[in-house]
């Protein structure tokens, strides 16, 4: 009984021995062997380059409407916050005291008329009668020298009624553009002139501009990426609103700071954009809303006008550690080669690879995660739907 017992107690320790020397095998390819993987080839394709940046809408043309005259505000002719008609009378001061002021400039230039009549029959007749005994050629030169005054009296004149004229037409403060009209900062009754602050703002509304910084690092790149295909004219300004949808117009860059900002190391780039009426109420006077305001954050989407043709593949497929972004793909033998890339524009699901992918590899999408370096795979075509352009912005 002892010898069978020690026997019985070796075959156990012989089973054991046995587990314990193909549980790393097990580990490592399971029951079936190497572990499935899905798999999909890096194809090139068409995309559109785009790069965001955070910007602001701002108006091409803003001013604040000022008198220009002291007076009384008789009138304000527009309703505070309505679009307004380049040359429409916005405001009316007071005219009386203006028309009379033009009036009495009117008769000073008309007294200094008469002067100037009297004067010069002065002179004639001096003139006439230095030809004779009676006259002297001192008579000759005082009429000469009155004459004179009073044709300057005359300039005089004309000039104060072309201020009064002037001062009369400032008494109207027209709309020196199209565009948005915000609120009045007065009422009517009160007394405004140069100095006493704007009485509303004006600002344009179509188009618009979207202004953002850029770095000078990344403004080298977009510099050094487009400018064998025009340079700024080889790319288009998208924008993207707050709650995420795509803008559909489309505007270009129109000016590119020529001064770095010391404080942020950035560029200031302005690309102009249409911004017309919302098609409900485009025919309603006044009553016009547009998509775009001065002053509201949007992100600016600069993208190339022609498509390239890049690596694209599921963004699923892209691991990341230590040493940055990596990709599995299917190499000889069936084994998993990590393979360092760089990416490029995100585009929803998929990514775009600028370095470390030629096209035409498998890339494993499926089950990367059981993969290690240089380990055997089955691989096979993945189930993840035909990759498509993606949209644009």
């Not at 009676?134 to 000759?140: C, Y």
């Amino acid at each position: 009984m002892a010898h069978a017992s020690r026997w019985l107690s070796l075959g156990r320790i012989g089973i054991v021995v046995a587990l314990l020397t193909a549980q790393p095998a097990l580990a490592q390819f399971g029951p079936a062997g190497p572990p499935p993987v899905g798999v999909l080839v890096a194809a090139r394709q068409p995309v559109t380059e785009s790069t965001e940046f955070v910007g602001r809408i701002e108006a091409v043309d803003r001013v604040q409407l000022l008198a220009r005259v002291t007076g009384f505000l008789q009138e304000r002719l527009f309703i505070e916050g309505q679009e307004v008609r380049q040359g429409q009378i916005l405001f009316r001061l007071e005219r009386a005291p203006f028309e009379a002021e033009m009036a009495r400039a009117q008769a000073q230039v008309a007294a200094a008329e008469a002067e100037l009549a009297n004067a010069n029959i002065a002179l004639a007749r001096a003139r006439d009668l230095v030809r004779t005994a009676a006259g002297t050629q001192v008579r000759v030169d005082d009429a000469t020298a009155a004459q004179r005054g009073a044709q300057a009296q005359l300039l005089g004149a004309q000039a104060q009624l072309r201020v009064a004229q002037i001062n009369l037409g400032y008494t109207e403060i027209a709309a020196p553009f199209a565009g948005k009209i915000g609120r009045s900062t007065f009422s009517v009754g009160a007394v405004v002139g140069p100095n006493a602050g704007a009485l509303a703002t004006i600002v344009s509304q179509d188009p618009m501009r979207v202004s953002f910084p850029v770095s000078l690092r990344l403004g080298g790149e977009l510099r050094d990426r487009y400018a064998s295909r025009g340079g700024a004219q080889a790319v288009t300004v998208r924008i993207r609103l707050a709650g995420g949808a795509v803008y559909g117009q489309a505007g270009q860059i129109d000016f590119i700071d020529p001064q770095v900002d010391r404080n942020t190391d950035t560029l200031l780039v302005r690309a102009r954009i249409a911004n017309p009426p919302l098609a409900q109420n485009a025919g309603t006077a006044g009553q016009v809303d547009r998509t775009l305001i001065d002053g509201m954050f949007v992100t600016a989407l600069v993208e190339g006008s022609e498509p390239v043709q890049a690596v694209v593949i599921p963004r699923a497929a892209v691991l990341q550690d230590q040493q940055g972004y990596f990709v599995f793909v299917v190499g000889a033998e069936n084994r998993a080669m990590r393979r360092n890339v760089a990416l490029g524009r995100a585009l929803a699901e998929r990514v775009v690879i600028e370095r470390g992918l030629d096209g035409g590899e498998q890339v494993i999408v499926e089950g990367v995660q059981r993969v290690r370096p240089n380990q055997p795979v089955q691989p096979a075509p993945a189930a993840a739907p035909a990759l498509r352009p993606g949209p644009r912005g």
